[in-house]
């Protein structure tokens, strides 16, 4: 086994690991993910929806799009203050990173300073900053990057064959633009995936041959079960089988052996059982707090629980800050 970063992953590659046995192959991303982090350690973010609904993309799966006839209540551009205020208790309930999404196609000059201001704010109370505000060109990525911003969260969600069946309102190549800009910006780039969206395993190995093969992996990379949501075409779609979803996160971890991999949304349709596997298989990060951006999230006492049951703690600073800091 070796724990060298690869940008050259061959289809076929990718598809034996899937298709190993399910021991072995866990046996396998468990024993990279020793070699690479502490396995007791999880990495905490909170999210918060800054700006809800009315988005003009058309992503199948989304409760946010204007396309989706969700019943969800458009929100304008949350006050600085209520911000901060979210913030502060994302920090006080043990959150090492906030990260604040807005259903944008792409933030306007005038509301990116906002979202700046905000960034300022929430850095100010010496937590990791995260945003995700759709797509960004080069000045906008060099003015967050200004601005402190740690990490910017882009997914390309699916494979490049799949995708036009999820989207057809922006491309794919438009999403591996934006990637190029926050990370020529020098921001850490956070970028994952949702599963269960119909979706083959081929499909899935292509996502994480893109995420794995682009020139620097991303820092972060958030795996999504889909969140099945009234009113959206994946709305009652053939759920994942659950030992699909922890094998695709434990090929993550052997592709991108020092990323962080995050058990993102799902987890309230996931079984604590579930949830410890793929710890085990790899995943170490997780998003802390009653809700995501629009829907349900364990809460911090079932999770806090959850942790003490494995023995696990909460990563106070992410491995690339703290090497950012020495
Ligand atoms: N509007 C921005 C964008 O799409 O880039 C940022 C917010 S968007 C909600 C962030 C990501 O959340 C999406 O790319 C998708 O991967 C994930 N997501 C959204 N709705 C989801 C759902 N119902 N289930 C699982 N993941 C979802
Ligand atoms: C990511 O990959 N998952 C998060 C975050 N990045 C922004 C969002 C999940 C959203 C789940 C559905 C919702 O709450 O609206
Ligand atoms: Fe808009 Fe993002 Fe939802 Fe797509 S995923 S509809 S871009 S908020």
């Known amino acids: 086994m070796t724990n060298k970063i690869r940008n050259n992953w061959k289809l076929n590659e990718i598809e034996v690991l899937f298709n190993l046995p399910f021991n072995d192959l866990i046996y396998q991303s468990h024993t990279i993910h020793r070699e690479n982090f502490d396995p007791n350690q999880i990495q905490i973010s909170t999210l918060l929806s800054i700006k809800t609904g009315a988005c003009p993309e058309d992503c199948s799966y989304c409760s946010q799009s204007s396309k989706n006839n969700t019943g969800l209540e458009r929100e304008q551009l949350m006050p600085l203050t209520e911000v901060i205020q979210a913030a502060k208790e994302a920090k006080s309930n043990g ?56 990490y910017y969260n882009h997914n390309l969600d699916t494979s490049p064959e799949f995708y ?61 079960d889909l969140v099945q949501i009234k009113g959206t075409p994946l709305d009652g779609i ?66 806090q629980l959850l942790f003490q049951r494995l023995g696990m703690n909460k990563e106070v600073l992410s491995k690339q800050t703290s090497e950012a800091m020495n």
């Open 95 to 150: 959150a090492s990173r906030f990260c604040m999404g807005a259903a944008w196609r792409n933030p306007t000059e005038k509301s990116l300073d906002k979202v700046i201001a905000m960034v300022e704010a929430v850095k100010a109370l010496d937590m990791e900053t995260c945003v995700t505000l759709g797509m960004l060109n080069k000045s906008q990525a060099l003015k967050l990057k200004d601005s402190g911003l740690d």
């Open 164 to 224: 036009g069946e999820v989207i057809t309102t922006r491309t794919y190549q438009d999403r591996l633009e934006t990637l190029h800009h926050v990370r020529e910006a020098g921001i850490n780039v956070c970028s994952g995936g949702i599963l269960g969206m119909g979706e083959t395993r081929r499909d899935r190995a292509r996502l994480l041959q893109e995420l794995a093969n682009l020139p620097k992996q991303p820092e972060s990379v958030p795996i999504n």
């Open 238 to 303: 053939d759920k994942l089988d659950p030992f699909e979803f922890v094998r695709t996160i434990a090929v993550a971890r052997i592709l991108m052996p020092k990323s962080y991999v995050r058990l993102s949304a799902g987890r309230t349709e996931m079984n604590d059982e579930m949830q410890a596997l793929c710890f085990f298989a790899g995943a170490n990060s997780m998003f802390y707090g009653e809700r995501l951006l629009t829907t349900d999230n364990p809460g911090e006492t079932h999770d």
